[in-house]
T-cell receptor, first 118, second 112 residues
Framework: GAGVSQSPRYKVAKRGQDVALRCDPISGHVSLFWYQQALGQGPEFLTYFQNEAQLDKSGLPSDRFFAERPEGSVSTLKIQRTQQEDSAVYLC????????????????FGDGTRLSIL | DAKTTQPNSMESNEEEPVHLPCNHSTISGTDYIHWYRQLPSQGPEYVIHGLTSNVNNRMASLAIAEDRKSSTLILHRATLRDAAVYYCILRASNQAGTALIFGKGTTLSVSS
């Protein structure tokens, strides 16, 4: 069956450019997460959506990072005026239910977008 | 959040059992123990979770110490495809928050 799909798989941008990363979650999944993974580290939380509502954006590292999920399905993570420290793999995950009350439901991850800032 | 401690790396031979340890000495009574793994160039995937009793599924077994201060993920017969980073993560049952909190995990190498 279809899993979480992310595009592009690889993105190279020059410092200062804006980038947009797309996530197609599993159909019908209520919860959607974005994580950032630096080389050799575990993923780190960026933001969470329940349907179209962004309920937690505490992990976004700066106001250059913006995420949206306008219709409660596809999500886009946008990074403005990219910096070299933004180079990382950006992972999207979805789960079937809202997180509250369903702490044990698994999160299903895409294979990520590898972003390289030159 | 309670923290977990895992060895940085482990090695195994194909078709042998693998025991991946995780220490979580500050675990609270409402924390579930979750395991995820991440194969090279892929996103993490859920493996198993448990609270107090040992758990088995098609991928692995989870053995939880009686005092719950440690747990072990058991792969009964390692294959080359099991080479991955394994993450042990605690999830509070009353957690209204959202994120999985990953450490550095254990990098498992499997030799043929």
């Amino acid at each position: 069956g279809a899993g979480v799909s992310q595009s592009p798989r690889y993105k190279v941008a020059k410092r200062g450019q804006d980038v947009a990363l797309r996530c197609d979650p599993i159909s019908g999944h209520v919860s959607l997460f974005w994580y950032q993974q630096a080389l050799g580290q575990g993923p780190e939380f960026l933001t969470y959506f329940q349907n179209e509502a962004q309920l937690d954006k505490s992990g976004l590292p700066s106001d250059r990072f913006f995420a949206e999920r306008p219709e409660g399905s596809v999500s886009t993570l946008k990074i403005q005026r990219t910096q070299q420290e933004d180079s990382a793999v950006y992972l999207c995950a979805s789960s079937q239910q809202p997180t509250q009350g369903y702490v044990n439901q698994p999160q299903h991850f895409g294979d990520g977008t590898r972003l390289s800032i030159l | 959040d309670a923290k977990t401690t895992q060895p940085n790396s482990m090695e195994s031979n194909e078709e042998e059992p693998v025991h991946l340890p995780c220490n979580h000495s500050t675990i609270s009574g409402t924390d579930y123990i979750h395991w995820y793994r991440q194969l090279p160039s892929q996103g993490p995937e859920y493996v198993i979770h448990g609270l107090t009793s040992n758990v088995n599924n098609r991928m692995a077994s989870l053995a939880i110490a009686e005092d719950r201060k440690s747990s072990t993920l058991i792969l009964h017969r390692a294959t080359l495809r099991d080479a991955a980073v394994y993450y042990c993560i605690l999830r509070a049952s009353n957690q209204a928050g959202t994120a999985l909190i990953f450490g550095k995990g254990t990098t498992l190498s499997v030799s043929s």
